[in-house]
C-alpha cells in the first residue's frame, strides 16, 4: 500500500446537496488524480493536480471542482450533487517514473438519492 | 479522445484452461498498463509495457505490446480461482501518464474451480 487514504468511503447524499471527498496521501508525490468508474464506462478521468494549487480537468469535470492547498491532500467537490453522480470515485497517485503506474485508493461509494 | 477497446467484456472458464484478454485502440500510446481490480478495491498495477513489440511476463501472466504501440494482450496459462478478477488495460500519452491514463471497460474474468 502506498499511503493513500480515502475518506469516506461511503456516502449517501440528497440531490443538490454539495459533497466533498478526501484523498490523503503520506509519500509527497506530485501527482494525483480523481476518476469515476461506472458500468458500462470504466474508469474515466475527472480532474488531476500536478502540484500545490496546480489543477486540470479531465474527460469528465462537468459539475465537479478540485482543490489541492497541501501536497497530501487533494479533494474533490460536487457543487450540487446529481443522480448521475452516483458512482464510485477512486483517488490516484504516480510517482512520476515511466513504469510506475499509478498506485490507487481504496474508493469512495457514493450514492445521491 | 482516444478509446481502448477491451475484449472479450466477460470470461468464465474452467481451472487450468488458458485464455487471451485484448485491448485494441487506433491511437499510439507512449506506455500500456494493465491493472487487476477485486470487489471492493481500486485496481493495482500488474505491468508497464512500453517498446513496440515488448513482451513481459510475470509468472503465469503474459504481457505483449503491439509493433505500432496500438494494442496489446494478456495471456494467461493454467488459470487459476486466484486470478479471477477485473482486469483493466490502460494508456498513456506521454511521461508514463503524468496527464492520466487513457481505461478500457475492462474484461470480468472468472475461474471456476
Known amino acids: 500500500d502506498a499511503g493513500i487514504t480515502q475518506s469516506p468511503r461511503h456516502k449517501v447524499t440528497e440531490t443538490g446537496t454539495p459533497v466533498t471527498l478526501r484523498c490523503h496521501q503520506t509519500?509527497?508525490?506530485?501527482?494525483m488524480y480523481w476518476y469515476r468508474q461506472d458500468p458500462g464506462h470504466g474508469l474515466r478521468l475527472i480532474h488531476y493536480?500536478?502540484?500545490?494549487?496546480?489543477?486540470d480537468k479531465g474527460e469528465v469535470s462537468d459539475g465537479y471542482s478540485v482543490s489541492r492547498s497541501k501536497t497530501e491532500d487533494f479533494l474533490l467537490t460536487l457543487e450540487s450533487a446529481t443522480s448521475s453522480q452516483t458512482s464510485v470515485y477512486f483517488c490516484?497517485?504516480?510517482?512520476?517514473?515511466?513504469?510506475?503506474?499509478?498506485?490507487f485508493g481504496s474508493g469512495t461509494r457514493l450514492t445521491v438519492v | 479522445t482516444q478509446l481502448l477497446e477491451q475484449s472479450p467484456q466477460f470470461l468464465s472458464i474452467q481451472e487450468g484452461e488458458n485464455l487471451t484478454v485484448y485491448c485494441n485502440s487506433s491511437?499510439?500510446?507512449?506506455?500500456l498498463q494493465w491493472y487487476r481490480q477485486e470487489p471492493g478495491e481500486g485496481p493495482v498495477l500488474l505491468v508497464t509495457?512500453?517498446?513496440?513489440?515488448e513482451v513481459k511476463k510475470l509468472k503465469r501472466l503474459t504481457f505483449q505490446f503491439g509493433d505500432a504501440r496500438k494494442d496489446s494482450s494478456l495471456h494467461i496459462t493454467a488459470a487459476q480461482p486466484g486470478d479471477t478478477g477485473l482486469y483493466l488495460c490502460?494508456?498513456?500519452?506521454?511521461?508514463?501518464?503524468?496527464?492520466?491514463?487513457?481505461f478500457g471497460k475492462g474484461t470480468h474474468l472468472i475461474i471456476q474451480p
Open positions: 509519500e509527497n508525490h506530485r501527482y
Open positions: 490516484a497517485i504516480f510517482k512520476g517514473q515511466g513504469t510506475s503506474g499509478y498506485t
Open positions: 491511437s499510439v500510446f507512449s506506455s
Open positions: 490502460a494508456g498513456a500519452n506521454s511521461g508514463g501518464g503524468a496527464d492520466g491514463l487513457t
Open positions: 493536480s500536478y502540484g500545490v494549487k496546480d489543477t
Open positions: 509495457v512500453v517498446t513496440g513489440g
